[in-house]
């Protein structure tokens, strides 16, 4: 059976199934669980509890119903072991009844009502009777539900109508098992718009029978970073596509789950593994390779009619392949250098009386629209479309900020919200030292959870045309599906949540996601921790001890430690302010609700040597141009060490050091790929003079251009991770040291990992 997985539900549930019903039972207390929480929810007196005789009812000839009767069976035989039977008829006592209704009002709204007499779920079509069942699933799997499901009486429907999540598959590749199993998520979430973004600059993803080069060529690119861990071999391209039949099964898959896949194919730029695989369709007049740079290519697609037939045809098989109303087409990001030079584009321009390339883009995504309009579809892109004329049809996803959803939705336009950085998963969720690689201007649940789709400055006759929102997973930093589902779980809730209900309250929010998270375990899903996580800081202290502090992000639960080596526990000293611990130590932590843990346990070991070490993830950059969290392409020990570094910058600060004397300093340093595509960012990369061609490590005291304490020659670690000493002056008191490369990075770049003073 597929993973319908979820289902396998919370831990502890199956023990219920032989106690007896409480048909009688007061309004039970306990808060439900629910994600994304309903509209209305009212508590009714007592409780039902299922058993193996428990029937599953539906009219006679209601197929809807009976569809969704089905699902809902194989959720409940994963959670308690039994399978329901189906039964068609009047609903007896003591069944969970699935009925169609024309009274119900509303698309995709249910009614649920819970009892010592059953369970009553009612839509006026199959997708709110879905709705309806995942809700009653919610409450089922709820370890405190033990007792049966608490009387309830529901009327719910959605705040927007599009609930979306953007995965790349360009940048790195999933399976159709992966895609699978995040569509039975996104279900159980109630997200209804899986947005699959399969063409870029680093791989075209899916099969186009008329252009076979478009994957024979396009969907492969030479391994670069984390590509080699995946490809085992440097010289071994990394490649991915999806044939049609794949693409139609998840389309297909997503379909029984009542979520729309809304395909993507990019254009007029983000195109070069296209252009790589027909070169005739550039716009520069150069052969190119697939892209192994991250960021913005400047590949375009020429502007002449054969051009257009090509992107015709790859939208007549796309549009036989996904049946949605919206087909997407990026036309963000799309640089215009080989437009201005080509003077076949220039005359085309000419010709139509267009002064400026971005009106230019603006004609051909128009001209895209009106295909597509020709075939009952409606083109979506992001905001640079409205750069120039689009269609007035045309729907905005407004990415850069929420400036481009007001423009467009003032002008009439429908929006979807998806800006950056706020809605991109790819933004890591703390600053926590054992998160993955990624971009670390953190996104974190409640920075998801705060966000309103509706910006206050769009006018109040015009926010009809919010569609809603969705978070983007692009993948670049997501090489594998561990990394990814780190990446989406829990923020997906929050957007879920904001998505759905009309009323929202984070505190209300963290009391239900323990239980979401243990949803998530029994589903196979590992979800970040990181909401809950200890973060332990540590300083030096009076005479041979360190000042301890601990933290978490959200504030959720109490944070319990020993400083023993051993788990912490909920019976363990719980913190109340920072404390001193001699030398040496291992302080362990977590956050605990009850008797429960809400994260998985940290640790830190604390000696006078720790005190003096500082990660790179403890420095600061000296900017924030831009700021990733790298892996290094050697793995030490088993794993890949991670690095903090501005690629625009390669400089970093340790402030507040308490010098007083004499000091060695042993610097970690590591040569990584500078694959990126910074186009008119470009010059903006700092170039410090080096005395040689490895360059050097500079250490200056105060600023990076105070005084220079010590030159470490680069040359010492050839072209790897090594540990170079050096020595520091005799200074006192307390000092910023100021860490620079000297020389210019590219094709590599030197980066920095710890640094130890002695």
């Known amino acids: 059976m597929r993973r319908l997985l979820l289902l396998a539900m919370a831990a502890g549930l199956a023990a219920c199934a032989s106690q007896p019903r409480h048909d009688a039972a007061p309004i039970d207390p306990t808060p439900l669980s629910l994600i994304p929480m309903p509209a209305q929810v009212q508590r009714t007196p007592g409780q039902f509890r299922i058993d193996a005789l428990t029937k599953i009812s539906v009219a006679p000839g209601d197929t809807q119903a009976r569809r969704v009767a089905a699902q809902l069976q194989a959720w409940i035989r994963q959670a308690r072991g039994f399978a329901p039977e189906i039964m068609e008829g009047k609903p007896g006592a003591g069944s969970i009844a699935l009925a169609t209704k024309a009274d119900i009002k509303g698309r995709e709204a249910y009614t649920l ?180 740079d991250w960021g913005v290519n400047t590949a375009l697609y020429n502007v002449d009619d054969g051009t257009f037939a090509f992107l015709q045809d790859v939208l007549d098989e796309v549009m036989a392949i996904f049946p949605s109303t919206y087909i997407h087409v990026g036309g963000d990001e799309a640089a215009k250098d080989e437009w201005e030079r080509s003077k076949t584009v220039q005359a085309k321009m000419k010709s139509l009386g267009i002064d400026d390339e971005e009106k230019m883009q603006g004609w051909f995504i128009a001209r895209i629209g009106d295909y597509l309009e020709q075939h009952g579809r409606r083109l979506i892109g992001w905001d640079e479309i409205l750069d120039g004329e689009v269609p007035a049809s045309a729907t905005v996803m407004s990415w850069r900020g929420t400036e481009g959803a007001i423009k467009a939705a003032n002008a009439g336009h429908d929006v979807v919200l998806a800006p950056s950085p706020t809605l991109y998963l790819d933004r890591l969720q703390s600053t926590l030292p054992d998160e993955p690689p990624g971009r670390p201007s953190a996104q974190t649940l409640k920075t998801i959870y705060d966000f309103d789709p509706v910006p206050a400055a ?51 929010f963290m009391t239900r996601l323990p239980v979401q998270m243990s949803r998530y375990r029994a589903a196979g899903i590992v979800p970040s921790d990181a909401a809950f996580a200890v973060a332990i800081a540590a300083e030096p202290a009076a005479g041979d001890k360190a000042k301890v502090t601990l933290s978490n992000q959200t504030g959720h639960g109490t944070l319990r430690y020993t400083t023993d080596g051993s788990a912490p526990t909920p019976q363990s000293a719980a913190y109340s302010g920072p404390f001193d611990v001699a030398l040496p130590t291992t302080v362990r932590a977590n956050a605990f609700d009850g008797g429960f843990g809400l994260a998985g346990p940290r640790d830190r070991e604390i000696d006078a040597k720790s005190l003096l070490r500082r990660s790179s993830d403890e420095l600061d950059t000296c900017s924030d141009k831009l700021v990733l969290r790298l892996e290094s392409p050697d793995a030490v020990n088993g794993e890949r060490p991670v690095y903090k570094v501005d690629i625009m910058d390669t400089c970093w600060m340790w402030k507040g050091v308490k010098l007083d004397g004499r000091y060695g300093v042993a610097v970690t340093v590591d040569r990584l790929p500078y694959n990126y595509a910074l186009w008119k960012d470009a010059k903006g990369v700092v170039s410090r003079k080096a005395r040689s061609a490895a360059g050097e490590l500079e250490v200056h005291q105060d600023t990076c251009d105070g005084p220079k304490l010590a030159t470490i020659p680069l040359a010492k670690a050839k072209d790897g991770r090594a540990t170079l000493d050096g020595i520091l002056p005799k200074r006192e008191g307390t000092h910023d040291l100021c860490f620079v490369i000297t020389g210019k990075p590219g094709p590599k770049m030197w980066v920095l990992g710890d640094v130890q003073l002695r």
């Open 113 to 292: 009502d819970i009892g010592g007499d059953g369970v009553h779920i009612a839509a006026n079509d199959e997708t709110g009777l879905f709705y309806g069942a995942v809700t009653y699933w919610q409450l089922l799997t709820d370890p405190n539900a033990r007792n049966g499901v608490p009387g309830v009486h529901i009327v719910d429907a959605p705040r927007f109508e599009w609930r979306g999540l953007m995965l790349d598959s360009s940048r790195h590749f999933q399976s159709v098992s992966e895609i699978e199993h995040l569509l039975d998520q996104m279900a159980m979430h109630k997200l209804n718009t899986f947005h699959w973004h399969l063409t870029d600059d680093q791989g075209w993803r899916l099969q186009i029978d008329k252009y076979p080069k478009l994957t024979e060529t396009g969907a492969c690119r030479k391994a670069v970073g984390p590509d080699v861990a995946l490809t085992g071999d440097a010289d071994k391209p990394y490649c991915g596509f999806y044939t049609q039949e794949e693409a139609k099964q998840v389309v297909a898959y997503a379909a029984e789950r009542h979520i729309t896949v809304v395909p993507e194919i990019e254009m007029p730029g983000h195109a070069q593994a296209a252009v790589a695989s027909y070169p005739k369709l550039g716009a520069g007049g150069k052969k190119l390779l697939v892209s192994s």
């Open 458 to 508: 769009i006018a109040p006759d015009k926010a009809k045309h919010v569609l809603g929102a969705e978070v983007t997973v692009f993948a670049e930093y997501l090489p594998n599906w561990y990394r990814t589902q780190h990446a989406i779980f829990p923020r997906m809730a929050a957007l879920a949540e904001r998505t759905w209900s009309p009323k929202t309250d984070w505190n209300d």
